[in-house]
């Protein structure tokens, strides 16, 4: 049963847990609750954490003065913060993983929602490559299920390969990006070491949201293999306008479903009236399954506001689907009117697959070819 305890009330320390040298069967390191005497170390491994990419300038550490980044270790210990320390035997710190919680009016770089932890992670240079990060993560992880905690956040760099490994071993998956930054989130309900991404949010898949120039590169860099490629038989998928110019103001950044396709995949978009015609052409990624708490907790990260409507929308489904809009490009309208008479295919209440090779496939694919972007007709 879920422990339904307040997660921002203290509780008790975990145990040290030492982790042994498999050649020598000395303890190398060990895994230990950090307290506010390690506040010194926290400050470090804030700085240790900013990720640099090769060749480029380190930054100045005069950068833990901004309010952005002080907040994550300013007076360590308050109620709700928790973290774990990994030290050599002679009590030397290597690293740290830590999880604060942040209000809607103190966003962190990886805010999800109040009650969502976010956790930061680092350890010294030397330190690295030996197994301390899987360990740091797995036990904080482990502390914030004893503590109640139902999911868990973080923000990352996506050039940071190795810290993404690490995080989609343990559930991860993408709900947003802030900056240049992505921001994961996993359900901590799932319990076991190394979860699988699809145990994260029931069957979730890749979430890589709109708003950037490298969007569709970002699709294609996360598909799983020959899923990257999404022109063949693409969806024509039913839109109100409103949503519609959220999505071509990238303000609107998945799309919410009761059903849906299964894995990523293009779909031409019929905008309902008084457009009343098919006005663009979507990349959409893998969808996102989840209750429909969580899907509002997604909804309400993308666009504050708008929860109590998601929810509202779920209401009687016990699961539905968060669409992540990887692109969205404008094409010459096709209006209803040929789109009945002429072709034969009045438009879907919610999304019906096109056979890319009829009549209606290859005129819209000539649309989109004309548009600059998607398959060539024929």
Do not use: C
């Amino acid at each position: 049963m879920h422990n339904q305890m307040d997660p921002h009330e203290k509780q008790a320390a975990p145990r040290e847990r030492p982790t042994v040298d498999p050649g020598s069967g000395e303890p190398s390191y060990r895994i230990r609750p950090a307290t506010e005497e390690d506040l010194p170390f926290l400050w470090e491994m804030l700085f240790e954490s900013l990720y640099v990419q090769e060749g480029a300038e380190p930054f100045d550490r005069s950068i833990l003065e901004q309010p952005a980044m002080r907040k994550y270790a300013e007076d360590w210990g308050r109620a709700g913060d928790f973290g774990v320390i990994a030290e050599a035997p002679d009590g030397t710190p290597l690293g740290s993983a830590t999880a604060r919680y942040f209000g809607a009016d103190n966003r962190g770089y990886g805010y999800v929602a109040p009650d969502v932890p976010e956790l930061g992670m680092a350890l010294l240079p030397g330190s690295r490559g030996r197994g301390i990060g899987t360990a740091l993560l797995r036990h904080l992880l482990d502390g914030l299920r004893e503590r109640g905690a139902r999911r868990a956040s973080l923000s990352v760099d996506p050039g940071n390969e190795s810290a993404m490994k690490l995080y989609r071993r343990f559930g991860f998956e993408e709900v947003g990006r802030e900056g240049t930054s992505i921001t994961l989130m996993a359900n901590l309900e799932k319990k076991g070491a190394d979860p699988t991404p699809s145990e994260a949010l029931s069957s979730a898949g890749e979430a890589i949201t709109a708003g950037t120039a490298n969007a569709v590169d970002a699709a294609k860099r996360y598909a799983a293999p020959g899923e990257a490629e999404l022109e063949r038989d693409p969806l024509i998928v039913s839109l109100r306008p409103e949503p519609y110019a959220r999505m071509l103001a990238g303000t609107k950044r998945h799309e919410f479903r009761r059903r849906f396709a299964d894995r990523p995949t293009g779909a031409y978009l019929y905008v309902s009236t008084p457009v009343g015609a098919v006005a663009a052409y979507a990349e959409f990624g893998r969808p996102i399954a989840g209750t429909p708490e969580e899907l509002a907790v997604l909804a309400e990260r993308d666009e504050p506001g708008s929860y109590a409507q998601t929810l509202a929308y779920f209401d009687g489904t016990k699961r539905g689907f968060a669409v992540p809009i990887l692109a969205v490009r404008p094409i010459a309208p096709l209006p209803l009117a040929d789109m009945r008479g002429t072709f034969g295919f009045p438009p879907p209440r919610s999304y019906r697959r096109l056979d890319a090779a009829s009549a209606l496939g290859r005129e819209l694919a000539e649309r989109l070819a004309a548009a600059g972007e998607g398959p060539e007709p024929g």
